[in-house]
């Protein structure tokens, strides 16, 4: 549900990957442009020795100067503009932002 509604955005420039590698780890969506992680969990999250490695993982990523964000399959399904809107804030600073062109500039 929410790849099509990422994939359906009507932002020029905005791109999103889905299962992107980056390390060791393959996460559940990835803006290469604003270094942006959209991670979704499921209940099994919640368990204490997958809630560890996901905060492993997310402390990894964020030290490698990515932004990580997280939302519950629940979330998703309940209230998918709410989610939007959160991440349309990550990407541009604000909710009332204007859409600007995103570009990915590869690391070297």
Known sequence: MLWRALKELP???THFRRQAPIGSYVVDFFCPA???IIELDG????DDGTAEHDR???LWLEREGYRVVRFWNSE???DLSAVLERIY????GSRDAEAAPLKHLRRR
């Open 11 to 13: 932002l020029e420039g």
């Open 34 to 36: 604003k270094r942006l």
């Open 43 to 46: 209940g099994h999250h919640n």
């Open 56 to 58: 492993e993982r997310q």
């Open 76 to 78: 998703v399904t309940a």
């Open 89 to 92: 804030t990550e990407l541009y």
